[in-house]
Every structure is written in C-alpha cells, then in structure tokens.
C-alpha cells in the first residue's frame, strides 16, 4: 500500500484545491495547517513526500523542513517547498536545508503533479549512487564518497543538500564533460521533469557557495551548461 503525501498549507482554499488536483492526478494526500499537526501525523505514519508551504503561522516551513532533515526517519523522505513569487532568499535557505525542489507561487497544479511524480519515482533509488557508480571520486581539493555520502574540501566536510550532492557527484564523473540543463534536469529530477532550467541555476549557486575557492572547479559553459574541470 502506498503512502500519503503530507501537505502544509494555512490557507484552506489553497490547500483543498491543490490537495482536490493531486487527487485527481491518483495521488494520496492529508492536508495540515500548522506544524503541529503534521508532526503528530509523522507519529502515526511516515508519508512518501512532503510539501510545504514557507509562510506558515507559528513554525514556518522552513523550520519545519530542518528539523525533518535532523530526524532520521524523515531525513531522505523528498521535500518540496512552496515559495512566494520572486522571494529568492526563500529559495536558497529551502536548498541549503535539505529541500529537494522548489515551486514559486502562483503555480500551475499540472507543474506540481509533474514535479511531485517525478520525485517519487526516484524513490527506491539511493541518492549519490543512482547511476550505479559509487566509487570515491577526487577533482581538485574536492573528494566526493557516494557510499558515505560526503563530501570533503581540502580535507575538511562540506554538508550538502542530496540535490547539491548528486549534481556534484554526476559532474565529477566525467571531468571535461558539458552537461546541459536539460540533461541535469532529466538526471538529478527524472525524467520528463516539467521545471523550469533555472531550478539548475540556483542549485550550482549554492553549490558553489558551499564549496568556497574550490567553486571555481565548476565551470558554466556558456549557453550550454555546466561541467566540472578538465583535470590537467
């Protein structure tokens, strides 16, 4: 038996017509208003996916997608976050806490059923080892282990987002190799992944923020896409 899909959402209109289209789509949901509800849902059963809206009252989705991060049974269960329309900031601190997409508000229910079935059918792939390579890869002062799925920068962990950890380890793997954003969109997010190709962007941009001087081993071929340099 599949398991539901837990929805945050304060505003009933909202949440009954986005909760009303995924039920439409086949898909099982329950909708929360608050945190509170949702952790007491989480007591009860773990659910396949997780949206969330950010402007929540009391807890905010933010909040709530951290400590879903910090726990281990939620911990890999895909998160997608709900953002109001131009809030950038929003976005980036959704990426940097563990969150695997993002979807700006308003948003067409035909884009979140495409992306929210996307990330279910990676499901019962491991992240980091999905294209069946985990051996421990080295470019630069950067060295990526997908069996511990960590990553370390001059001898030092980096924590990265499973998003920011397999768009790394996929450009990691052929040094030299042009990657379009059509091509990381199918890989990272499934295939016929209905986003839009600057979900790309901001992934690279805090990737690269994490990764410090040795961002500069990303390189963006312009026009096209982005790889990881050529080793010399």
Request: hydrophobic share 40%; charged share 25%.
């Amino acid at each position: 038996m599949s398991k539901p899909i837990y929805y945050v959402e304060d505003d009933l209109n909202v949440r009954n017509l986005t909760m009303y289209a995924l039920e439409q789509a086949g898909l099982e949901i329950k909708g929360f208003s608050t945190a509170a509800e949702l952790y007491a849902a989480c007591a009860e059963e773990q659910p396949s996916l997780f949206i969330l809206d950010i402007m929540l009252p009391g807890e905010d989705g933010i909040s709530i997608l951290k400590r879903l991060r910090a726990e281990e049974v939620t911990a890999e269960i895909p998160v997608v976050m709900l953002t109001a329309k131009g809030a950038e900031y929003d976005v980036v601190m959704g990426l940097d806490s563990g969150a695997d997409d993002y979807i700006r508000k308003p948003f067409s229910m035909m884009e979140l059923i495409s992306r929210v079935k996307a990330l279910l059918r990676r499901q019962p792939q491991e992240s980091g080892t999905k294209n069946g390579n985990d051996t421990t890869k080295v470019l630069g002062t950067i060295t990526l282990s997908p069996k511990q799925h960590s990553v370390e920068v001059d001898g030092k962990e980096v924590a990265l987002a499973n998003k920011e950890f397999d768009l790394l380890h996929l450009l990691m793997q052929s040094p030299g190799q042009v990657y379009s954003r059509e091509q990381i969109l199918e890989t990272i997010w499934g295939w016929a992944y209905a986003g839009n190709t600057r979900t790309v962007d901001v992934h690279i941009q805090t990737l690269r923020q994490k990764l410090g001087t040795s961002s500069e081993l990303i390189e963006t071929v312009r026009g096209v896409g982005y790889r990881a340099k050529a080793k010399p």
